[in-house]
C-alpha cells in the first residue's frame, strides 16, 4: 500500500507509465485492506481531487476515489459521514473557499456511495440546511448551477416545508443577479448552461411542489419592481415563468394590478424589465406573461404606464426581430403593443423608417422563421397604415418594402384593430378613425384625413348642410 501511495504522488500528466499506475491503483481496491489503509486512501484520493495541481491529478483521484468507496463502503461511510460534509461546507478544504465549486462537486460526488448506509438521512438533512444557507449568500451562476445539480440528483437534499419556500425566494434573488461578464462566445454558452441547470431545478420543484410557485412569483415581482440599483435584474429571470402553469396566469396578474400597495413606479419598473426578458434566448412564455400583465393594466385603466412603457421599448422589441431564436416572443409583443396604441402614432411611427430594413434582412435570410415573420409583419403594418394615414413620405419607402405580400382587406383590419384596443379606445373610435365608423342617418361618411384635406373635408361637410344647395340639388 505504501508503493501505492508513494506512485500517486508521482502522478502529474497523462503518460502511460502514469495511467499503468491508475490501472494498478484500481485494481488494488478490490483486494482487501485493513481500515487504516482504506483512510489513507479516501484522504489522498481526496486530496487529489481537491488540490490537484493538474486536471489530470484531479481525474485520477476521482477514479481512485469511486474504485476504493465502490469496495470498501463500510470504510467510507465512516470517512464521509456528517461531521466531514459540514466542515467541507463551512471551512472549505486546504486553500479552497467553502463556496468553491469544487467541493460541492465532491460531496455530489461521495453521496453516491452512501445510498442505503444508516448516515445517508443525516447527511441529507444536514445538506437542506447549508445549502438552504447558501443561497441565502446569493452565490453566482457557477455555483448556483453546482447546487441544482446536486438537487437535481439528490431531491432528498432540497430544503422541505416552508424552507423549501424560502429557498425557492432566495434562489429568485441568486438569479436576478446573475450576469456574463465575458463576450467570448465558450463562455457565454457556459453561462447559459449553468443558468439552464437553475431552470432545470425549478422545473422539477414546480410540477412536485406547487405550494412554492405563487411565493417565487412574488419574490420575482419583487426583484423586478425595485427602484434600487442601476443595472437591473439579470434577464435570466425569465426562466421563473418557464414552467409556471399558464392557468394561473390570469388570477396572477388580476391580483397584481388591482393591489393598492403597488406603485406606479414600481408596476412600470417591473413591466420594463419583463419586456427585457425577450433578450434572454431561453425565455419560454415571456411574451404571454408580458402580454398578460398589459392586458391586465388595461382592464384598471392604467393607461399611463401602458403608454410611458410602449413609447420607451417598442423599438427594443422590433429589434429583436432581426434575431431568430428570439423572434417569435418578440413578435408576438410587438403586435399587441402595436395594435392597442390606437390614441396616436407615435409608436408606430417610431418603427416605420426601420421597416424596409428589418423585411430586406428577413429576406435575405430565407428561413421558415423569417418568412412567417415578414408575412406576419406585412399584416400588422396594413393595419397601422390604415388606422393612421395620411403620411404619404413616411409610408412610401414601407410600402415599397412590403410590395411582394398581400394586403389584408378592409374587414380584417377592421377586425384586428376593434380586437386589441385598450378598453377606453374601444368607446372611442368615431372620433379617432373615421374609416371604421358606420355610415350616419344620411348614408354618408366624412372624407379620410390624408393630412393636407382636412380643410376641404369641413368645406364638404359645411355644403352637406345647407340646405339650400341640397335643396337646388
Same mark, same amino acid.
Given at each position: 500500500m505504501d508503493k501505492i501511495l508513494e506512485n500517486m504522488e508521482k502522478m502529474w500528466s497523462h503518460d502511460p507509465t502514469s495511467m499503468k499506475h491508475v490501472k494498478r491503483i484500481k485494481e488494488a481496491a478490490k483486494e482487501p485492506l485493513d481500515h487504516k489503509q482504506c483512510m489513507a486512501m479516501f484522504e489522498l484520493s481526496t486530496k487529489f481531487i481537491m488540490s490537484g495541481d493538474t486536471q489530470f491529478q484531479k481525474d485520477v483521484g476521482k477514479e481512485v476515489l469511486e474504485a476504493f468507496a465502490q469496495n470498501h463502503t463500510a470504510d467510507f461511510e465512516i470517512f464521509f459521514n456528517v461531521k466531514f460534509i459540514l466542515k467541507l461546507l463551512q471551512d472549505g478544504y486546504g486553500?479552497?473557499?467553502?463556496?468553491?465549486?469544487?467541493?460541492?462537486?465532491?460531496?455530489?460526488?461521495?453521496?453516491?456511495?452512501?445510498?442505503?448506509?444508516t448516515s445517508v438521512d443525516e447527511a441529507f438533512h444536514a445538506l437542506q440546511i447549508e445549502l438552504l444557507r447558501l443561497v441565502c449568500e446569493k452565490p453566482g451562476s457557477k455555483l448556483c448551477a453546482c447546487v441544482c445539480k446536486l438537487l437535481a440528483e439528490y431531491p432528498q437534499c432540497i430544503p422541505s416545508g416552508r424552507f423549501q419556500v424560502v429557498f425557492c425566494q432566495q434562489l429568485v434573488r441568486c438569479i436576478g443577479q446573475f450576469q456574463c461578464a465575458s463576450q467570448d462566445e465558450d463562455e457565454i454558452v457556459k453561462f447559459l448552461d449553468e443558468v439552464n441547470?437553475?431552470?432545470?431545478?425549478?422545473?422539477?420543484?414546480?410540477?412536485?411542489?406547487?405550494?412554492?410557485i405563487i411565493p417565487s412569483l412574488r419574490e420575482l415581482f419583487t426583484v423586478i419592481s425595485s427602484t434600487v440599483g442601476?443595472?437591473?435584474?439579470?434577464?435570466?429571470?425569465?426562466?421563473?415563468?418557464?414552467?409556471?402553469?399558464l392557468e394561473i396566469m390570469d388570477e396572477v396578474i388580476q391580483n397584481l394590478v388591482n393591489d393598492d400597495s403597488i406603485t406606479d413606479v414600481a408596476m412600470k419598473t417591473a413591466l420594463n424589465n419583463m419586456i427585457d426578458w425577450l433578450s434572454w434566448p431561453l425565455a419560454k412564455n415571456a411574451d404571454k406573461w408580458i402580454i398578460g400583465l398589459m392586458k391586465g393594466l388595461a382592464a384598471v385603466k392604467e393607461f399611463s404606464i401602458l403608454i410611458q412603457v410602449t413609447l420607451s421599448k417598442i423599438e427594443q422589441v422590433f429589434s429583436r426581430l432581426f434575431y431568430p431564436i428570439l423572434r417569435q416572443g418578440a413578435l408576438s409583443v410587438l403586435k399587441y403593443m402595436l395594435l392597442s396604441f390606437q390614441h396616436s402614432s407615435d409608436a408606430f411611427h417610431l418603427l416605420?423608417?426601420?421597416?424596409?430594413?428589418?423585411?430586406?434582412?428577413?429576406?435575405?435570410?430565407?428561413?421558415?422563421?423569417?418568412? $412567417?415573420?415578414?408575412?406576419? !409583419?406585412? *399584416?400588422? #403594418?396594413?393595419?397601422?397604415?390604415?388606422? /393612421? $394615414?395620411?403620411?404619404?413620405? !413616411?409610408? *412610401?419607402? #414601407?410600402?415599397?418594402?412590403?410590395?411582394? /405580400?398581400?394586403?389584408?382587406?378592409?374587414?380584417?383590419?377592421?377586425?384586428?384593430?376593434?380586437?386589441?384596443?385598450?378598453?377606453?379606445?374601444?368607446?372611442?373610435?368615431e372620433p379617432l378613425y373615421p374609416k371604421l365608423v358606420a355610415k350616419s342617418k344620411t348614408g354618408k361618411t366624412g372624407v379620410t384625413n390624408l393630412g393636407n384635406t382636412c380643410y376641404m373635408n369641413s368645406v364638404i361637410q359645411a355644403l352637406f348642410m345647407a340646405s339650400e344647395i341640397l335643396c337646388t340639388g
Amino acid at each position: 500500500m505504501d508503493k501505492i501511495l508513494e506512485n500517486m504522488e508521482k502522478m502529474w500528466s497523462h503518460d502511460p507509465t502514469s495511467m499503468k499506475h491508475v490501472k494498478r491503483i484500481k485494481e488494488a481496491a478490490k483486494e482487501p485492506l485493513d481500515h487504516k489503509q482504506c483512510m489513507a486512501m479516501f484522504e489522498l484520493s481526496t486530496k487529489f481531487i481537491m488540490s490537484g495541481d493538474t486536471q489530470f491529478q484531479k481525474d485520477v483521484g476521482k477514479e481512485v476515489l469511486e474504485a476504493f468507496a465502490q469496495n470498501h463502503t463500510a470504510d467510507f461511510e465512516i470517512f464521509f459521514n456528517v461531521k466531514f460534509i459540514l466542515k467541507l461546507l463551512q471551512d472549505g478544504y486546504g486553500t479552497l473557499s467553502k463556496r468553491s465549486s469544487d467541493i460541492l462537486e465532491y460531496i455530489q460526488l461521495g453521496l453516491k456511495y452512501i445510498q442505503g448506509n444508516t448516515s445517508v438521512d443525516e447527511a441529507f438533512h444536514a445538506l437542506q440546511i447549508e445549502l438552504l444557507r447558501l443561497v441565502c449568500e446569493k452565490p453566482g451562476s457557477k455555483l448556483c448551477a453546482c447546487v441544482c445539480k446536486l438537487l437535481a440528483e439528490y431531491p432528498q437534499c432540497i430544503p422541505s416545508g416552508r424552507f423549501q419556500v424560502v429557498f425557492c425566494q432566495q434562489l429568485v434573488r441568486c438569479i436576478g443577479q446573475f450576469q456574463c461578464a465575458s463576450q467570448d462566445e465558450d463562455e457565454i454558452v457556459k453561462f447559459l448552461d449553468e443558468v439552464n441547470k437553475v431552470s432545470g431545478l425549478f422545473q422539477q420543484i414546480c410540477w412536485t411542489q406547487t405550494t412554492a410557485i405563487i411565493p417565487s412569483l412574488r419574490e420575482l415581482f419583487t426583484v423586478i419592481s425595485s427602484t434600487v440599483g442601476s443595472d437591473g435584474p439579470s434577464n435570466a429571470l425569465a426562466i421563473v415563468v418557464h414552467y409556471v402553469p399558464l392557468e394561473i396566469m390570469d388570477e396572477v396578474i388580476q391580483n397584481l394590478v388591482n393591489d393598492d400597495s403597488i406603485t406606479d413606479v414600481a408596476m412600470k419598473t417591473a413591466l420594463n424589465n419583463m419586456i427585457d426578458w425577450l433578450s434572454w434566448p431561453l425565455a419560454k412564455n415571456a411574451d404571454k406573461w408580458i402580454i398578460g400583465l398589459m392586458k391586465g393594466l388595461a382592464a384598471v385603466k392604467e393607461f399611463s404606464i401602458l403608454i410611458q412603457v410602449t413609447l420607451s421599448k417598442i423599438e427594443q422589441v422590433f429589434s429583436r426581430l432581426f434575431y431568430p431564436i428570439l423572434r417569435q416572443g418578440a413578435l408576438s409583443v410587438l403586435k399587441y403593443m402595436l395594435l392597442s396604441f390606437q390614441h396616436s402614432s407615435d409608436a408606430f411611427h417610431l418603427l416605420a423608417p426601420q421597416i424596409p430594413k428589418l423585411m430586406a434582412s428577413l429576406s435575405k435570410e430565407r428561413s421558415n422563421s423569417g418568412i $412567417s415573420c415578414q408575412q406576419q !409583419l406585412s *399584416e400588422l #403594418v396594413h393595419c397601422m397604415i390604415f388606422r /393612421f $394615414s395620411g403620411f404619404p413620405d !413616411l409610408y *412610401e419607402p #414601407v410600402i415599397e418594402a412590403l410590395k411582394g /405580400f398581400p394586403i389584408p382587406n378592409e374587414g380584417k383590419i377592421k377586425q384586428l384593430i376593434n380586437h386589441s384596443a385598450w378598453a377606453w379606445q374601444e368607446n372611442k373610435l368615431e372620433p379617432l378613425y373615421p374609416k371604421l365608423v358606420a355610415k350616419s342617418k344620411t348614408g354618408k361618411t366624412g372624407v379620410t384625413n390624408l393630412g393636407n384635406t382636412c380643410y376641404m373635408n369641413s368645406v364638404i361637410q359645411a355644403l352637406f348642410m345647407a340646405s339650400e344647395i341640397l335643396c337646388t340639388g
